[in-house]
C-alpha cells in the first residue's frame, strides 16, 4: 500500500508538472508576439489578423482534436506533439517576421495545440476518475496558473535583459519540459474508458459525434454560447492592453505585458482554488456567472485607465472571471457528458465555439483600436459579455440543474 500511495504522489506530481509548464507553451508568447511584431513595424490590425488566423486554425481542430482523444490509447502524444510545435514555431517566428511565416507559424502551432486542452483533461479524468475531477482540476489549474506566473515573470526579466528573441526561447524551453513532464506520466495509469466518461471503465461506446453531443445538450449549447460571446470580448482584451501601453509610452513593452500576465495569473491560482470550493458546495452556475460579471467592468476600467495604476484592477479582474471559468468550464462539461463516452468530443465542441469568440476578437479589437483608438475598443470588447449574462440569466432554471455537482 505505501508504495501504490507513494506511486500515486508521483503520477500526480508529474500531472501537476505537466500543467505548470505546457502554461508558458501554451500562451507563453502570444501577447508578447504583439510587442515583437509592433518593434518591427506592423500595426494593430496586422497583428490582430494574424492571430486571428491561428485562432481560427484552433478553433477548427478543436472538435476532431476531442474526438482522438476520447478514441485513442496515446493521448500523451497529443501533448508531446503541440510541444515540438510550440518549439518550431519559435524558431520559425524569430527567423522571419513576414506575414505568411508568422501566419504559418501561428496556424501549425494552433492545430497541434487544439489537442492538448481535451489531453490533458482525458488523461486527468483517467488517472483520478470521475469523483476526483473537480478537485484535481481545481488543483490542474491552480499549478497552470502559477506556471504563466513564473513564464511570464521570467519572460519580462529576459526580455528586459536579453531582448524580446530570449522570450521565444524560453517557450521552446517550456515545450521541452511539458514534453518530459507528460513522458513521467505511465500510460498504464490512464484508464482510457473513464478518460472519455464512460461510468466505471464500463459501459457501451455510443457513437456520438462532437457535433450531436453539442445540438442535442441544451445546457452545454447554452454555455457554449454564453462562452463565444464573453471570450468574443475578452481574447482581445490583453493583447490589446499591451499595445496601446507601447502606444502611450508605459514603461519597456516587455515588462508591462509581462505584469499584466502576472498580476492576473497570480488571482487566477487562489480564484481557481476557491471555483473548486464553490463547486463543491454550490454547483457551477455561481461560478460561471461571477465570471461573466467581471468582463464589462473590466472593459471600462482599461478604457479609463491606460497606465501603471490601471494595470492592476484591469488584470485582477482578468484573473476573476479566467480563474473562475478554467475550474468551472471543464468540470461542469464533465459533470454534463458523464456515461456519454464522448466527455473529450464534448470538451472540445465547447473549446471550438468559444474559440469563435476568441479567435475573431483580436481582429475586432485590433480594427476598432486602429480606427477609433483603445479606449473605444475596450467599452465595446466589454460589453460582449453582457450577451453572455444575459444567457446565464434567462436559462438559469435549466443550468441550474445541469450544474448541480453531485458529491456522492
Request: with cysteine; net charge positive; hydrophobic share 55%.
Amino acid at each position: 500500500m505505501p508504495g501504490t500511495l507513494q506511486k500515486n504522489h508521483k503520477i500526480i506530481w508529474a500531472l501537476q508538472s505537466l500543467n505548470f509548464f505546457m502554461a508558458d507553451m501554451q500562451a507563453g508568447i502570444g501577447p508578447f508576439l504583439g510587442i515583437f511584431l509592433l518593434a518591427h513595424g506592423w500595426k494593430s490590425g496586422p497583428i490582430g489578423s494574424v492571430m486571428t488566423i491561428g485562432g481560427v486554425a484552433g478553433m477548427l481542430m478543436t472538435a476532431p482534436a476531442g474526438a482522438l482523444i476520447d478514441a485513442t490509447k496515446r493521448k500523451r502524444l497529443y501533448v508531446i506533439i503541440p510541444g515540438i510545435c510550440t518549439i518550431s514555431a519559435s524558431a520559425l517566428i524569430l527567423l522571419s517576421q513576414n506575414f505568411w511565416v508568422v501566419s504559418i507559424s501561428q496556424v501549425a502551432t494552433a492545430i497541434a495545440g487544439s489537442a492538448i486542452g481535451p489531453a490533458v483533461i482525458g488523461i486527468t479524468l483517467g488517472i483520478v476518475r470521475q469523483s476526483g475531477f473537480n478537485r484535481q482540476n481545481g488543483h490542474n489549474q491552480a499549478w497552470n496558473h502559477a506556471g504563466n506566473v513564473a513564464g511570464a515573470a521570467l519572460s519580462g526579466y529576459l526580455g528586459l535583459k536579453f531582448g524580446m528573441p530570449a522570450i521565444f526561447c524560453l517557450s521552446a524551453v517550456f515545450g521541452v519540459l511539458s514534453i518530459i513532464s507528460v513522458l513521467q506520466i505511465p500510460a498504464k495509469s490512464i484508464d482510457d474508458k473513464e478518460a472519455r466518461g464512460l461510468k466505471g471503465g464500463g459501459g457501451k461506446d455510443e457513437k456520438a459525434s462532437g457535433i450531436k453531443v453539442l445540438l442535442t445538450c441544451k445546457p452545454l449549447l447554452i454555455l457554449a454560447a454564453a462562452l463565444a460571446f464573453f471570450h468574443l470580448g475578452n481574447g482581445a482584451m490583453l493583447p490589446m492592453y499591451g499595445l496601446a501601453a507601447a502606444t502611450k509610452n508605459q514603461g519597456n513593452p516587455a515588462v508591462f505585458v509581462a505584469m499584466t500576465i502576472v498580476i492576473a495569473q497570480l488571482v487566477m491560482v487562489g480564484v481557481s482554488l476557491i471555483a473548486m470550493r464553490m463547486a463543491e458546495k454550490s454547483g457551477y452556475w455561481l461560478v460561471l456567472l461571477i465570471s461573466f460579471l467581471a468582463l464589462p467592468v473590466r472593459g471600462f476600467i482599461a478604457a479609463h485607465m491606460i497606465n501603471q495604476t490601471g494595470l492592476y484592477p484591469v488584470q485582477i479582474l482578468d484573473g476573476i472571471g479566467a480563474g473562475l471559468q478554467s475550474v468551472a468550464v471543464p468540470g461542469l462539461v464533465a459533470h454534463i457528458l458523464n456515461g456519454t463516452g464522448r466527455v473529450n468530443v464534448g470538451q472540445g465542441a465547447v473549446m471550438t465555439i468559444q474559440g469563435l469568440g476568441a479567435s475573431l476578437s483580436p481582429a475586432i479589437g485590433g480594427w476598432i483600436a486602429q480606427g477609433v483608438g483603445y479606449s473605444a475598443s475596450f467599452l465595446i470588447l466589454g460589453s460582449f459579455a453582457l450577451a453572455s449574462i444575459l444567457l446565464w440569466l434567462i436559462f438559469s432554471v435549466v443550468l441550474k440543474e445541469a450544474c448541480a455537482v453531485k458529491t456522492h
